[in-house]
Structures are given as C-alpha cells and as structure tokens.
C-alpha cells in the first residue's frame, strides 16, 4: 500500500512559537489532504492541496505542496493553545486513503 | 445537523465474542469508510464503499466484515472478537472523489 512518512511524530512548542509538520512519500501523489484531531475527538478536514507547488493559507496556517508532488508541510505560525492536537495528511489512491501518523502538537502556556 | 452518527461510543467485549458497529451517515454521501485508530499507528482503512451494495477491502481487513446494504449505512462486524481489535473505530463518509471526509465521532472498543 501507499507509504506516508510524517515528522516529527510528537512536537512541544511554547506558546507563539512556530510549529511545521512534514509528510513524504517515495511516490508522486495526485493529491494530499490535511486533518486536524483534538485529543479524544476525530479528525476534521483543514485542506486538499493538488497541485504542484501549491500554497494555500488559513489565517496562521500555511500549507504547501511541493514541486515534485511527493512532500507537503504544514506550518503554523505563532501557536496558540487552541492549536493542541494531532495533524495528519492523507493521500488518496486507488480509492483508499492513506494516513500519514500524525504529528502530536502539545503548546506550553 | 447529524452528519455522520456512530453507535455505540463506548463497549467492552470478551474475546470470542461477536459484535456489529452502526455507522449512520445523513449527507447522502456515496462513500464510506471504516478506519481504526491506534496509539502511534494514525488511521487504518479496514473496509469500505463506494456505493450502496458495495464494499471493498482496505488496509487491514482481516477479523472485519461489513455490510453496506442502505445508502446511508455502513455496518462494521467482528465475528470473533480478538484483544488486537481493540482500538478506536471511525466512521467516514464522502460526497465524491477528492471531497474531504466526515467523520463520526467513533467508538471505543476493548476486548478482554
């Protein structure tokens, strides 16, 4: 099946730090989509990206896409603690949707 | 505004027995999926649909059955439960290819 690399899988920031979670995969992807669970709730969509390059932003949140279509990254900017939980990407292929595992985001008050 | 409904949400079962999990989706979506989630391991596909009458293997569909035989519901079946199937289990649902998913808010399943 489709591998998804996600790093780092836990990150602990202050608060207003800036925080960057990475997906890779060995093969170029048709599209990649971004979740975001809180603990003890389930995942909720941020964003699709699918084009090569892409960059798409919600208020401190920056996505992008990369050139060769086999990498994407999240970044927030000055974390707030409303910004706990686990981000995790998503590939869709062969009609199945592959998960990367996440990247755990705790901010320290 | 139900969106997508997942019963039970909690349910502890001793290993051998069997058990369905109901997932109830409101959007009229065409497609649905059953993942499990596990400490480190993200979101595993187990099964899922592509329409109603329809189901198709995913990840890790071993110990799984499902059953999709109304449009707007996704059964989830362990036939003989296993202390490895205890995990958290989502419910999904999407409109069409590259529409984001819906998720229930899943059920918490321990086997002893």
């Known amino acids: 099946g489709q591998q998804v690399m996600q790093i780092p899988q836990y990150q602990h920031v202050q608060e207003g730090e800036d925080f960057t979670t990475y997906c890779n995969s060995s093969?170029?992807?048709?599209?990649i989509q971004w979740y975001k669970q809180r603990p003890g709730g389930h995942p909720v969509f941020l964003i699709q990206?699918?084009?090569?390059?892409e960059v798409k932003k919600q208020k401190r949140l920056t996505f992008q896409f990369g050139e060769a279509k086999k990498n994407s990254s999240l970044h927030i900017t000055a974390t707030q603690t409303t910004d706990v939980g686990t981000y995790f990407c998503?590939?869709?292929?062969?009609?199945?949707?592959?998960f990367g595992t996440g990247t755990s985001l705790t901010v320290i008050p | 505004n139900a969106g997508v409904t997942q019963t039970p949400k909690f349910r502890v079962l001793k290993t051998g027995q069997s058990m369905t999990l109901l997932c109830a989706q409101d959007?009229?979506?065409?497609?649905m999926y059953w993942y499990r989630q596990d400490p480190g391991m993200g979101l595993r596909l187990i099964h899922y649909?592509?329409?109603?009458?329809?189901?198709a293997k995913g990840e890790v569909p071993d110990g799984y059955n499902v059953s999709r035989l109304k449009k707007q519901n996704f059964l989830l079946g362990l036939e003989s439960a296993a202390p490895s199937q205890t995990s958290v289990y989502f419910c999904?649902?999407?409109?069409?290819?590259?529409?984001?998913?819906?998720f229930g808010d899943g059920t918490r399943l321990s086997i002893l």
């Open positions: 998503a590939v869709y292929t062969g009609n199945q949707f592959y």
């Open positions: 093969t170029t992807l048709s599209n």
């Open positions: 990206l699918v084009k090569s390059g």
């Open positions: 649909s592509v329409g109603e009458g329809t189901t």
């Open positions: 959007m009229n979506h065409e497609y």
């Open positions: 999904a649902s999407r409109d069409s290819i590259l529409q984001p998913q819906h």
